[in-house]
């Protein structure tokens, strides 16, 4: 079974901030979070990976609070080439790494 | 970078027919490497996990005879869907990693279409 909980779909207009919350409540100590974007009939694409507290990278945020049993990407000022599947995924070195159902995100103009 | 790459990037294939699946890390070494399943509308779905010079760990209910996983070099693994049947249509993604890091980079996938 996947580790994490992941709304099934979201809706958002272009130029707003979208957040995608994650629950991953069996997180282990050594678990990294990790999310990546994917494009109908394209592998998945690595986005954002975290630990704890906060991550930036040129295209989003990570915000994972202190009990790390869930976890937000922050998306800024969404285009439409923005519309995807997102998954979040939770494991150590590669192991046990399970994706759960992932947040269809549309992004209209 | 980290460059993963997939051949064929889709396939046609008559029923009962092998079809051999290459994933490739083209500008690292990947000591593991991943084999996903993915049907219309569905989330991947772990096949196995391929470390190079050992034999594949297989996900419950994928059968290894069915689903030849090699991973001879630290760039290259290989499915082979052996006899495959139309049920097995399906797009197939590999990932692979760098020894102790927790990123997989996922190669562009592979679509096949048994007849």
């Known amino acids: 079974l996947a580790k994490t909980t992941q709304p099934i779909s979201m809706d958002s207009y272009e130029g707003q901030e979208v957040n995608i919350t994650c629950s991953h409540n069996?997180?282990?100590?050594?678990?990294?979070i990790t999310w990546y974007q994917q494009f109908p009939s394209q592998g998945p694409r690595f986005i954002i990976q975290g630990y704890k507290t906060k991550v930036t990278n040129e295209v989003a945020s990570l915000f994972i609070p202190a009990d790390r049993k869930s976890s937000t990407l922050s998306l800024p000022r969404v285009s439409l080439s923005d519309t995807a599947v997102y998954y979040c995924l939770v494991g150590d070195n590669n192991n046990d790494m399970r994706f759960g159902a992932g947040t269809r995100l549309t992004v209209k103009p | 970078g980290a460059v993963v790459s997939q051949h064929p990037s889709w396939v046609i294939c008559k029923s009962g027919t092998s079809v051999k699946i290459e994933c490739r890390s083209l500008d690292f070494q990947a000591t593991t490497m991943f084999w996903y399943r993915q049907f219309p509308k569905q989330s991947l779905m772990l096949m196995a996990t391929s470390n190079e010079g050992s034999k594949a760990t297989y996900e419950q209910g994928v059968e290894k005879d069915k689903f030849l996983i090699n991973h001879a070099s630290l760039t290259l693994s290989t499915l082979t869907v052996t006899s495959a049947h139309p049920e097995d249509s399906s797009f197939y993604i590999c990932?692979?990693?760098?020894?102790?890091?927790?990123?997989?980079?996922f190669g562009p996938g592979t679509r096949l279409l048994v007849l």
């Open positions: 990932s692979a990693s760098r020894q102790g890091q927790e990123t997989q980079y």
């Open positions: 069996n997180i282990a100590t050594n678990d990294y």
